[in-house]
């Protein structure tokens, strides 16, 4: 049965009918989010890396973060906020009853303000699937494994995020080994680079000290890094391979695209020896080499 869905799912989805361009910063946790669920479904797409000092190449946007995905299924049409790209796509790819466009509708942005009184957008329903009573059954057998995923994708964005900064430019040497790594990966003029990576790496790691306050972590930052690691590695549990049961699902794809950023700084090797979340993050890796996954 599962073979014949899979068939179906590239009949209807021929190579070429969905175009993509995502906009990024290499190293942003929310666009490694998007790469990690495009690569893991096999989706081709093209990247347009952003210049973090100018932001030349969103200048078409009143939106103006990264990532933003460019998606022509038809008709071009821009999406915005990593959980809404994820949410949208994945729905247009296991129901293709409606458009990419309505599909999009459903995920509306709402201006909220923040405690400390900035205005921010927020997209209402971003972590929900737009399916049929038939569809679900099928993503989601029980109604559990659905709350468990958006549960904890939801928990990728609001916490594991605010972890990663703080971590990787915790000390002066940490925060200049970030920017090295930020800017031999990002978009930056010669000058431009070198001025980001000293001039980066000290108001970086001033800021994030800032963020360890408004974010309520320990002193020791690595231990709430840990302790989140760990607490996401109890979640999945001794039984299953991922959340998602033997594949994963948006929120393993969600924690992997968030960790992954660190890769190659103290942070990550921290994590890898005082946590347990190696075995998982192998699986990951594993999991989304193999491309072109069935829906
Ligand atoms: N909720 C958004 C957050 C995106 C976000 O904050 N992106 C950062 C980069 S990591 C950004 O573009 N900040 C504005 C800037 O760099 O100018 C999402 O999930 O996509």
Redesign the pocket.
Known sequence: MKKIESVLFFLQLPAGSLQLTLYQ?KT????S??RAFLDYHGLPYEIVE?N?IM?KEIKFSSY????ILLANAGSPLQL??????ISAIKTYLVSRRNSLEEIVSFYPAIKTVTEQGKEVLE?ENKYWLMLDEKETKRVYPVKEVRVEEMKWRKWA?DWLVHLISPNVYRTPKEALASFDYIVREGKFGTLEGLFAKYVGAVAMFFVSKRLKKRHQLRDDVREDLYEAVNEWVKAVGKNRLFMGGNQPNLADLAVYGVLRVMEGLEAFDDMMVHTKIQPWYQRMEEAIEKTGVAI
Do not use: L
């Open positions: 910063y942003c946790p929310f666009c989010k998007v952003v973090p932001r103006r973060k990264v990532p915005n906020d990593s959980s809404v790209i997209y964005d």
